[in-house]
């Protein structure tokens, strides 16, 4: 079982940054792809970002491209979303997700664990 935990979240100005971490209870974190997902209110649960186990392959929605940058530390078993130039567009629930193995699934139904999610919002 894994058990993530994400944390971080709060309120930024337009431009601003955020730094979004997910802590794994698992003794095997680098055997998991992990990933970033958000939803805003009334929409659907969105890709937002994804990285290897190795943490040498990664993906992004074209939205963040350039403005986030998502990493891991396997020593602490920590994933990380780091969010600059922030848009009001940005503001949502920002979910980890884990999948064991190799993973190039952009779609919620392809990772079998999640946090509770935080809330980032972005005021313009």
């Known amino acids: 079982q894994v058990q993530l935990v994400e944390s971080g979240g709060g309120l930024a100005q337009a431009g601003g940054s955020l730094r979004l971490s997910c802590a794994s209870s698992?003794?095997?974190?680098?055997?998991?792809?992990m990933g970033w997902f958000r939803q805003a209110p009334g929409k659907e649960r969105e890709f937002v970002a994804r990285?290897?186990?190795?943490?040498?392959?990664?993906y992004y929605t074209d939205s963040v491209k350039g403005r986030f940058t998502i990493s891991r530390s396997n020593a602490k078993n920590t994933a990380f979303l780091q969010m600059n130039g922030l848009k009001a567009e940005d503001t949502a629930v920002y979910y980890c997700?884990?999948?064991?193995?190799?993973?190039?699934?952009?779609?919620?139904?392809?990772?079998?664990?999640w946090g509770q999610g935080t809330q980032v919002t972005v005021s313009s």
């Open positions: 698992g003794r095997t974190f680098s055997r998991y792809t």
């Open positions: 997700a884990a999948a064991l193995g190799v993973v190039i699934i952009n779609t919620p139904d392809g990772y079998g664990y």
């Open positions: 990285i290897s186990g190795s943490g040498t392959t990664l």
